[in-house]
């Protein structure tokens, strides 16, 4: 009985482990190898990481622009989790069709869509004359793409509908009991949210940040295209490192980097949060 039920389990589980091992480890032994031995055996790519300034800034834009954007991210996802899962029925279809309809639309066809409403000719300046009314207020021009705004508007985009489903997945356990009993002590509605509510929702908060955030690191497409070249974040970094100059073998360096920096993220969250709760 113990036999079959081994043949059964290798039987589905053996072919999903040699997918992973095809697609997953052979690739990440093969970055680890390159980056000691290209362009020759050594540190050197490794040395060049800590020494060049270029790469420093792109590394620091690149965390920069990840936070902001999943600042962004989770606070609009809080929103629409909190009135998909507490609002009227009428309004919580409406967001969820507002939430599950951008998993229709490719992120190529989506970046495409902001460069057209970003761009100085753009929709914005065009149908809403929003530089006119800048200029009109003493503002001046002011530029919505090919910089890391127009970056950030385009991930934040891309990356709400992910953040909600965390968080409205720790609002859905929250007992509502509670809340009313703090209203029955006298708490008001802003006491009941940042002293209650919030606190309840935190786990969500935590596991939308940390999927938001893992993400961002790796955006190639939309940096690329509504940043105009401007904003270099590491994935387009790395990719014009194998393709145009070629460097693997800092491409290489920077892509471990990147992996090791992503796994201790994981290890320090699941200690300070135990975010492990989440998944359990």
């Not at 629409?80 to 998993?103: N, T």
């Not at 705004?149 to 489903?165: L, N």
């Amino acid at each position: 009985m113990n036999s079959r039920k081994s043949t059964i389990w290798l039987a589905f589980i053996g072919p999903l482990s040699f997918a992973i091992l095809i697609a997953y480890i052979l690739p990440l032994f093969g970055e680890l190898a390159w980056s000691v031995t290209l362009p020759e055996r050594g540190l050197q790519s490794y040395i060049q990481l800590t020494n060049d300034d270029y790469i420093h800034s792109v590394v620091f834009r690149t965390i920069r622009v990840c936070s902001i954007a999943t600042i962004a991210s989770v606070l609009i996802a809080y929103l629409l989790a909190y009135h998909w899962v507490f609002g009227p029925p009428v309004r919580r279809k409406i967001v969820e069709v507002a939430i599950l309809f951008p998993f229709w639309i490719s992120i190529l066809v989506r970046t495409f869509g902001w460069l057209m409403i970003l761009q100085p000719r753009g929709v914005l300046n065009e149908v809403f004359h929003l530089n006119d009314i800048l200029q009109w207020l003493g503002i001046g021009e002011v530029r919505l793409v090919r910089n890391e705004f127009g970056v950030i508007v385009g991930m934040a985009h891309f990356m709400v509908p992910f953040a909600v489903f965390p968080i409205s997945a720790v609002m859905r356990q929250i007992d509502t009991r509670i809340l009313l009993a703090a209203r029955g002590l006298g708490a008001g509605p802003v006491r009941r949210f940042f002293h209650v509510f919030l606190p309840l929702s935190m786990p969500g908060l935590v596991g939308a940040c940390f999927v938001v955030f893992v993400f961002t690191l790796g955006f190639f497409i939309t940096p690329t295209l509504l940043g105009g070249g401007r904003v270099v974040l590491i994935a387009e970094y790395v990719y014009t490192q194998i393709l145009v100059t070629p460097n693997w073998g800092v491409a290489s360096a920077l892509s471990v980097f990147l992996l090791t920096f992503v796994g201790l993220m994981v290890w320090l969250l699941m200690k300070i949060t135990r975010i492990e709760r989440l998944v359990a």
